[in-house]
C-alpha cells in the first residue's frame, strides 16, 4: 500500500501555518508564534538543556518498566470463520487480499459475518459476499456454478471486482479496468430500498482519489451495459455498482476492492481523498458500509445487527479538552466545575510539559501537577497528550523504550527541530506522570498534539500501555466511526487498540462562539446512521458557550461520555458475537457477551418479538430493539416465531 501523503509536505505546510502563526499550538487560543518562523533556520547539533529550563519533582521517578513492541502476528481469516447462517458470509478468493478491512468494517456497521474459502459452506449462508474477486481463475468452475444458481435460487450475491464468468447473473456485459475514477455517486432514488438512506450531496458523491493533485488513484472496473440502472456510477456515469433481481433473488456487483479502500482511509495511506481537512462530514468509508448492511438486512429474514451507539441513541459524542499551554491548565478546574454542574464528564488530554522550550513550560510546579487529580475528583477523564507538544511526532526516533522521568528532555527548538525526543518517550513519560498524580487511573487514551502519528504508532500504543487513541481527524480517515488499529497502520495484523477519530477540532481559527451552530449541523448528520462525534473545545469561555449549545441541541439523541467510557465499550461491543438458530420452530437469538457491558443495543430481525430473555439482566424493548442495561455472558433472546 502507498504511504500516505496526508502525512507528507502540503497538509503540514497548512497545519503549520494554521497552528503557528495562528495558534500556540492545537487546542490553543493564544494569539501569535513563539516558535522558530517556517523558513528553514540553522539548527546547532545538540542543544545542552539550562537547570532553569526543566521542573523536576522530587523523589519522582519513573516508569521503571521497559517498554517493548507486542509480537507481530499476522491475523488468521479462520479467527473469523464461526458463526450461524444468520451471518453474512464472506467467500475468500485470496487470502492474500484486504479481507481484514472488509471484517473490521462489518464489525464496526455491527453486521454479524463469518469467513470461509468454501463455497458450499458460504451458499448455506442467504447473504454471500465473494471478495475480492470474482473470476474463472479464483473460482473452480463447481463454484462458479454454484454461485451462478445462488441468487436465482433466492440467495443474494454481492460481488467484488466480478471480472469473467458471472457476468450475466450481475447484470453486465464486461468490466473495464481504470484508475482514472476519483469520485462514486450514489444515484438518487427515494423509492430504492438500498439507496433512498443516502440524500446528503457528501453521501451521494463519495470520494475514492484527489484528481487535483494525483493523475490517477486507486484501481476500479465499471461494468458495461447493464441490463438494470445501477446503485452507483463512477463521475463518468459509468456503472460502480450494478444490480440485478431474480424472482426471489438478487445480485450486486462493486466495482472497486472495499478491503483495500476501508484500510487505506483506517491507515490513513491514501492520496489525500478526503475533501476537507477538518471538522467537515467525509463519509465515504460509512456509506459503503452502510449500503452492505443494508443490502444484508434488506435480505435476509434472520438479519440482525449490533447497535454502533451505547443505549441506541442515534450518536455518541465524547467532549475533549486539549491541556496543552499554561492558560488552559489555569483555567482547567473552573471549566471542570463548569462541565460537573451540566452534569457532562469530558476528557482532558493534558500535556505533561516540564520544559521550558520555545514554547514555554505548562507545569512550573508541584501544585500544577496537582492540578491534575483535581480534574479528576471533579469527575472528568484524564488522558495524554504526550510531553513536548512537538509537531515533529511522527518523525521521532522510536526510541529505546526505558525512557523515564526526569531524564527524558524533549526540547522544542522550532517548527522543523525538536532535540531528544522519541516516540516511547512521549508515551511512557506523560502516562507515568498522570498515572503518578492520580492513583490507580490506569491512563489509556494518547491523543498526538497535532494529529500525526508515525508508522508504529499502533503497536507503541500497545507496548506503552495505552489502548485507544484520538490522534487522527475523522476527515482524514475518512469516517465517522471508531475503528480497530492495526500492526505498522498496514493490512494483515490487528491489534487490541481503537481509534477515536476527532469530528470537529478547536485547532482551526477563528474559534468564535458562532462554532456552535456548524458543530451542531455536522453532529447532526453523523447521528441519521449511529457514528460517533469526537468534539475538541477550548476550556474558555467561548468554549464553554459553544460546548453549553451544543449539549442543549444534541442531549434528546445523543449519548454523552468520556473517551474512555466509549473507548471501554467500543472495545467490549468489537467482541460480542450475535447467530441465530432454529429450536423447536422458532428463532433463538443467542448473544455472547465477553466483556461487562452497559446499554448494548441489539436489533432483532424484522417482523418479530422477542417472548422471552435470559441472561443479560435488566433490559428494555421496543419492537424488534432490545438494550440491555448490564449485559456480560451468554444471553439467550426466544423469538415469537
Partial sequence: MNHCVQQNILPKLFFSIVFFIMLSGCGSDRQGDEIGALKDTNYPENYELR???????????GPEDV???????????????????????????????????????LKTIGVPFIITTDYRRAIQHKVVMVYPIISGSALSPEALQALAAFPR????????????????????????????????????DSENVYTKQFDLSKELTISIGNKVRFKETIGTYSYSKTQLPPLATYEDKSAAVTQKFFESGSAFAFGFDIGYLLLKANNIRHEDFNRSTANDFEPTVDVVLRLIKQIYMHNDRNAAYVSTVPYNKNLAVCITHNINFRRALENSRAYASEEKKLGVRSTYFIQTKYIKDRKDFIFRSADDFKIIKDLHDLGMDVQSNGVSGSPLFDQFEQGTGSEFYPTYKPYVMGWDKTY?????????????????????????????????????????????????????????VLSHFPYQLNYNREYDSELDAFEFPVTNGDELPPFTADRAESAIALAKKI????????????????????????????????????????????????????????????????????????????????????VSVEGGGKHSIDGKLIIFELAEGRIRITLDS
Fill in 527 to 610: 447521528a441519521r446512521y449511529g457514528g460517533c462525534y469526537i468534539g475538541q473545545v477550548h476550556p474558555n469561555k467561548t468554549g464553554l458557550k459553544v460546548e453549553k449549545e451544543f449539549i442543549a441541541a444534541m442531549k434528546e439523541e445523543a449519548w454523552f461520555g468520556t473517551i474512555r467510557d466509549f473507548g471501554l465499550w467500543w472495545a467490549a461491543r468489537n467482541e460480542v458475537s450475535l447467530d441465530i438458530n432454529y429450536e423447536g420452530g422458532r428463532r433463538v437469538v443467542t448473544v455472547n457477551v465477553p466483556k461487562r457491558m452497559e446499554g448494548l443495543a441489539i436489533m432483532l430481525p424484522l417482523r418479530s418479538t422477542p
Fill in 67 to 105: 517498554s517493548a513492541f507486542p509480537a507481530r502476528i499476522p491475523t488468521s481469516w479462520q479467527k473469523y470463520s464461526q458463526g450461524s447462517t444468520n451471518r453474512l458470509a464472506i467467500l475468500l478468493t485470496d487470502s492474500t487480499a484486504s479481507w481484514l478491512g472488509v471484517a473490521h468494517g
Fill in 51 to 61: 537547570k532553569n529550563e526543566q521542573f523536576i519533582m522530587n523523589d519522582v521517578r
Fill in 420 to 476: 531528544y525526543g522519541s516516540i516511547f518517550g512521549e508515551m511512557r513519560v506523560s502516562r507515568f506522570l498522570i498515572d503518578r498524580m492520580v492513583p490507580g487511573i490506569n491512563t489509556l487514551c494518547f491523543r498526538s498534539s497535532y494529529l500525526y502519528t508515525p508508522f508504529t504508532y499502533p503497536q507503541s500504543l500497545m507496548a506503552s500501555g495505552y489502548r485507544f487513541s484520538s490522534s487522527t481527524s475523522a476527515n482524514s
Fill in 153 to 188: 435460487n433466492g440467495g443474494t450475491l454481492i460481488g467484488i471486482q466480478v471480472l469473467g464468468a458471472l457476468n450475466e447473473v450481475f447484470g453486465f456485459e464486461e468490466p473495464v479496468p481504470s484508475k482514472q475514477h476519483f469520485q462514486i455517486k450514489i444515484l438518487p
